[in-house]
């Protein structure tokens, strides 16, 4: 059969038969006779393409399929493959190449270390020696991005390849979770009885892993309060629990002063810890524990202290769970964050500003809606008035890298429309400065009807940055004020229905509005 036939053949058994796209010359002759079972979505650039497939491998908890133009696509994606690396995000990328028998004449759009290009950023990558080997490298690429822990795979492919003669070849099952070391994990155990009083630390991997109702069934067994690790890219605990302790911050003294007095800091599924800025002396409280479960062997190997257990996070804290009793006295847990209800509600302002905004989402988004959040100061008025209750109900990106919010809400609002039950209005929360990133994302939003609802925090500047140079005692920056986007005609230039709010008093209209919408809608609220 041909090489083509193979790789649909094997695609189909792996469920990518979505591919996310920017095709190139060297990319058409893999999409002759495009079976009908298979859709192409397209992104209007390839940093675009691989935040889309990110958004959507999230949510449905599986790996997608990428493909990208060679040497400047794969260039121009680089950003978002660093991203889904970061967020472990399973991706199979697939890149055009020029034809092997011109390859020593140095052709157009030649990539010449095709299969280096997108290193170390990728988990595995290669350009197949022979034609005939493509649908191996792909079914490879397959396995190793679904292996934990996850992260994007790369296949550079010839042009000439697609038409060749290969054998073809089955899927197989492969595993892609790893369990825990049992003796490790019956010592961890025995310290979590004995601790007088735990304390856990929950980051992104314990909902990457599906691990949300282990996770609080152990707390409650603790009686452990419950903090989210420093920059979290996903939700892993309910912020509106009674154990719910509030967000660490990124530097090291402060996650020390937060966890004093806590005997033995367990993490679930996260780094110990993610610093933003420089910090000295202890990573935990004095005569505090450390013990970590990840599932990642690198995370592991880095942790400054304590003992790191590599384990998937259901099978582990399910583990826990069968090993541990409740402590005979469960203290009682230090510092929970006020829960929101019981936060004064804010008035209306004069001049609109993110608090109020957070507050008026929280209270008129629509049941079980998902938010996917790349607004960074105000990130302190989204924990503070818009809490995350439910399971799989919150996405940033792991990287810091802008541009990924936006078309990534695409993605996760895309599998939603593919059958994901129950369906999940999707909100984008995005910084002005933040969606010029990705900003012709909106067209492939219209293109496909995904009916996210746009919200843009329009202050007219890098906020984030301004308010970061006060660390390094720089009081004024020259590269912070953006201003003149106007972000409607942005996106009906794009086929996106829109509107902006500049008065308090016009916004839950609006916000109504943008969220009964069943199709893709964006809202600028300008704030101060
Ligand atoms: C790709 C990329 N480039 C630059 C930055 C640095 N950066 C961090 S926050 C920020 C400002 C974002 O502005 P906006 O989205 O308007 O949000 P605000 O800070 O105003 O809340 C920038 C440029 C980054 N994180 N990623």
Redo the contacts with the bound molecule.
Sequence with gaps: MKVREAVCALLREFELTTIFGNPGSTELPMLRDFPRDFRYVLGLQESIVVALADGYAQARHKAALVNLHSAVGVGHAL?SIFTAYRNQTPLVITAGQQARSIMPYEPFLYSEQAAQLPKPYVKWSVEPARAADVPAAIARAYYVAMQAPRGPTFVSIPVDDWDQGCEPLAARAVSTRVGADPQLLASAAQALTQARRPVIVVGASVARNQAWDETIALAERHNAAVWVAPMSARNSFPENHRLFAGFLPADRSGIVKALAGNDLVLVLGAPAFTYHVEGHGPHVPQGAQLLQLTDDPAVAAWCPVGTSIVTDLRLGVAQLLALTTAAANAPTPLRTAPTIAARPPLRAPELLDDRYLMQMIAALRPAHSILVE?????RAALHDYLPIIERDGFHTCAS????HGLPAAIGVALAQQDGAQPRRKVIAL??????M?AIQGLWSAAALGTPVAFII?N?R?????AEFGQHFGIATLPCVQ?GGLDFCALASAQGLRARRVERAADLEAALSEVFSATVPMLLEVCVR
Excluded at 400 to 403: A, I
Excluded at 430 to 435: E, H
């Design positions: 950003g790349e607004a960074p100061s105000s810091g890298g802008l541009g995005l910084g002005d400065g933040s969606a990133y925090v202050n500047s890098y906020q984030a940055l953006l």
